[in-house]
Nanobody
Framework: QVQLVESGGGLVQPGGSLRLSCAAS????????MNWYRQAPEKERELVAA????????YYLDSVKGRFTISRANTENTVYLQMNSLEPEDTARYYC?????????????WGKGTLVTVSS
C-alpha cells in the first residue's frame, strides 16, 4: 500500500520559514519524480516545486523562486520543501505527489496534505 505522509506545516508569521517533509512508503521511491502542490481556499491546486528521480533537475513556480527549495533523500524515502520568506499568499494546504510513467502507464500518488498558514 502506497503512503505519502506530509508533515511540517503550521502557523508562521510573514517572513518566517517552514520545512515540509513527505515520507513515502510502499513505492520504489527513487523511481518517482516528486512534486509539491498547494491549494488555497477557492483556488485550483497548483504545482509549486518538482524534483527528478535523482535530484538533478528541479522546477519552481515563478512566485516561489528564490524562496523555496525542494530536495530529496532517496536513502530515506523522503522529499523536503524548505520555505523561506513566507508570504500570506503562500497560505494553502500543501500536498506531496509521487509520479512515474512506466511502459505507457502513469502511476500517481498523493498525500493528504499539510496546512501552512502565514499570518501575523
Amino acid at each position: 500500500q502506497v503512503q505519502l505522509v506530509e508533515s511540517g506545516g503550521g502557523l508562521v508569521q510573514p517572513g518566517g520559514s517552514l520545512r515540509l517533509s513527505c515520507a513515502a512508503s510502499g513505492v520504489t521511491f527513487s523511481a518517482y519524480d516528486m512534486n509539491w502542490y498547494r491549494q488555497a481556499p477557492e483556488k485550483e491546486r497548483e504545482l509549486v516545486a518538482a524534483v527528478s528521480t535523482g535530484g538533478g533537475s528541479t522546477y519552481y513556480l515563478d512566485s516561489v523562486k528564490g524562496r523555496f527549495t525542494i530536495s530529496r533523500a532517496n536513502t530515506e524515502n523522503t522529499v523536503y520543501l524548505q520555505m523561506n520568506s513566507l508570504e500570506p499568499e503562500d497560505t494553502a494546504r500543501y500536498y506531496c505527489n509521487a509520479r512515474r510513467t512506466l511502459l505507457g502507464r502513469t502511476y500517481n500518488y498523493w498525500g493528504k496534505g499539510t496546512l501552512v498558514t502565514v499570518s501575523s
